[in-house]
T-cell receptor, first 113, second 113 residues
Framework: DSGVTQTPKHLITATGQRVTLRCSPR?????VYWYQQSLDQGLQFLIQ???????AKGNILERFSAQQFPDLHSELNLSSLELGDSALYFC????????????FGSGTRLTVV | GQQLNQSPQSMFIQEGEDVSMNCTSS?????WLWYKQDPGEGPVLLIA?????ELTSNGRLTAQFGITRKDSFLNISASIPSDVGIYFC?????????????FGAGTILRVKS
């Protein structure tokens, strides 16, 4: 157990729908990162939050949004889902600030049908 | 898209053989990291490198941070069946824009027992 908790583990939904993925960071970590992993694109950085504030943005679509709450858990919202959004979505956390590697959760596998 | 070139894409080796994989970039990174991902799990940090020229070992794993800060390699000695998985290199730049990691496309390692 890495200490980073992601729910749900699997999600199947239809095109056009909206889903919310949840992440609880490791105890003491202030930064949360979201990554998308698909077969043809590898691990793509989506967005980072640090202590409730957006810190960095990557290749995140406008249909996607995220937030980090006061208790430091984070949610990634995916709307108007398309078939191509099917992927593994990983959350990672770190203490933040220092150039250390992240700790990843086990991911949420999203299948859009 | 990916900013790191990781090679080889996949390897199929005999148990007991040594393995080598590397990552190159056109950009300089402050930190190089190597992760392993098992099926259905998130990437797990194997080795972190913080200084150009640094050579670090973790059991049968050895990694080096290239002197130009634009490359890194990972060696696995005397491979065993549980080494199977996907190995990712990642580069990190610490700065005002956050601590996002940029990942290579991964090296799939298959070990023939």
């Amino acid at each position: 157990d890495s200490g980073v908790t992601q729910t749900p583990k699997h999600l199947i939904t239809a095109t056009g729908q909206r889903v919310t993925l949840r992440c609880s960071p490791r105890s003491g970590d202030l930064s949360v990162y979201w990554y998308q992993q698909s077969l043809d694109q590898g691990l793509q950085f989506l967005i980072q939050y640090y202590n409730g504030e957006e810190r960095a943005k990557g290749n995140i679509l406008e249909r996607f949004s995220a937030q980090q709450f006061p208790d430091l858990h984070s949610e990634l919202n995916l709307s108007s889902l398309e078939l191509g959004d099917s992927a593994l979505y990983f959350c990672a956390s770190s203490v933040g600030g220092a150039p250390y590697g992240y700790t990843f959760g086990s991911g949420t596998r999203l299948t859009v049908v | 898209g990916q900013q790191l070139n990781q090679s080889p894409q996949s390897m199929f080796i005999q148990e007991g053989e040594d393995v080598s994989m590397n990552c190159t970039s056109s950009s300089i990174f402050n930190t190089w990291l190597w992760y392993k991902q098992d099926p259905g799990e998130g990437p797990v940090l194997l080795i972190a490198l913080y200084k150009a020229g640094e050579l670090t070992s973790n059991g049968r794993l050895t990694a080096q941070f290239g002197i130009t800060r634009k490359d890194s390699f990972l060696n696995i000695s005397a491979s065993i069946p549980s080494d199977v998985g996907i190995y990712f290199c990642a580069g990190q730049r610490a700065g005002r824009s956050g601590n996002k990691l940029v990942f290579g496309a991964g090296t799939i390692l298959r070990v023939k027992s």
